[in-house]
């Protein structure tokens, strides 16, 4: 069977990368697209050998690196500007950039868009950067633009460089306080390729939620992490209490940069960020990761156990 003819957008990214990898083991075809700017480094040990320059912010770059002429079956779009990566990145990647990406994609006439979303961004309107996640998945919608969005919770090893570290040290750095869905970056990488490659069209203009068995706080991490490398682990918020309740909100009415993080831990501290249809993962991917076995792939991975 011939391969598929993928195109990923955000390929040098923390988790773009990683469906990069996951696609070539799949078979798939993939091309990088990247800016004139981006470090391809990585990609090309990887073996990718396509690439195209497209960034977002530039509409007439990306006719040229989605034109039809290259017949891709699927535009996978893990990029992201609020990370902020470059000079010039922010929010306005996530909105303008992204309806750029998907009015390129939708006039090359590319069959399916896989977009790494947000659990629950239609409900976060107080904050700007979920909230833009589900901006796109109704921009798809009214385009016409065939699409699947999967929307994972937190991911376990956001900032991998500042969390190893420390968890070498026996400590668990924590950001958010409340009770909330998360992903480990692999797992999540696995199911965006089987999206992208594999899964029935039927599935086409859904939006699915992914991550583990069930929700997670401090606590249940801990245990997790104590059970898998039989040491005590303690936990350390990365900012303590008072900077997050009476620091951030001061800081936020002048960088909205700050009030969406602010706005963010505020909105995940009320419980909603969890999934709501574990089942629908469950029928297209199988059975969810648990607690347990998802920390002791990623101690594994990381040469921990
Ligand atoms: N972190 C979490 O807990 C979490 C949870 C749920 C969902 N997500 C989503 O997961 C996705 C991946 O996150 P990540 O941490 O892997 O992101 P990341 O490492 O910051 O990567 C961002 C990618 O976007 C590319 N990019 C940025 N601006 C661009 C532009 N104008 N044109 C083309 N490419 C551009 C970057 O390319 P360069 O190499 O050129 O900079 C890079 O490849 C994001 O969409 C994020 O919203 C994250």
């Not at 010039?88 to 979303?117: C, M």
């Not at 009415?253 to 505020?266: A, H, P």
């Amino acid at each position: 069977m011939k391969s598929k003819k993928v195109i990923v957008a955000g390929a040098t990214g923390m988790l773009g990368s990683q469906i990069v990898k996951e696609l070539l083991a799949q078979g798939a075809d993939v091309t990088a697209m990247v800016r004139a700017s981006s470090n391809r480094a990585m990609l090309t040990r990887m073996g990718v050998k396509n690439f195209v320059i497209g960034d977002m912010m530039d509409a007439p770059s990306l006719k040229q690196a989605i034109s039809p002429a290259h017949q891709f079956d699927v535009i996978v779009a893990s990029a992201a500007g609020y990370t902020r990566r470059a000079k010039g990145d922010g929010p306005v990647t996530d909105t303008v950039g992204y309806q750029n990406l998907v009015d390129a994609s939708k006039a090359a006439g590319i069959p399916r868009f896989v977009l790494i979303s947000i659990l629950e961004s239609d409900k976060a309107r107080s904050v700007p950067h979920f909230y833009n996640k589900y901006r796109i998945e109704q921009y798809l919608k009214e385009k016409g633009q065939p699409y699947i969005a999967l929307r994972p919770g937190a991911f376990l090893d956001q900032t991998p460089d500042f969390i190893l570290p420390k968890i070498t040290k026996g400590i668990l750095p924590t950001f958010l306080t409340g009770t909330y869905g998360i992903i480990y970056t692999p797992q999540l990488a696995k199911y965006t390729a089987l999206a992208a490659v594999n899964l029935p069209d039927s599935v086409l203009n859904t939006s699915i939620d992914v991550g583990w068995d069930r929700p997670v706080n401090e606590k249940i991490l801990q245990a997790a992490f104590e059970r898998v490398l039989n040491k005590k682990i303690a936990v350390k918020p990365v900012m303590p209490p008072f900077v997050v309740n009476y620091v951030l909100p001061v800081i936020g009415r002048f960088s909205k940069k700050v009030k969406d993080m602010y706005e963010m831990i505020r909105w995940i501290d009320t419980g909603v960020y969890i999934s709501k249809n574990t089942q629908r993962q469950k029928e297209l991917f199988g059975a969810l990761p648990g607690v347990e076995e998802s920390v002791a792939q990623y101690c594994r991975n990381n040469g921990l156990i």
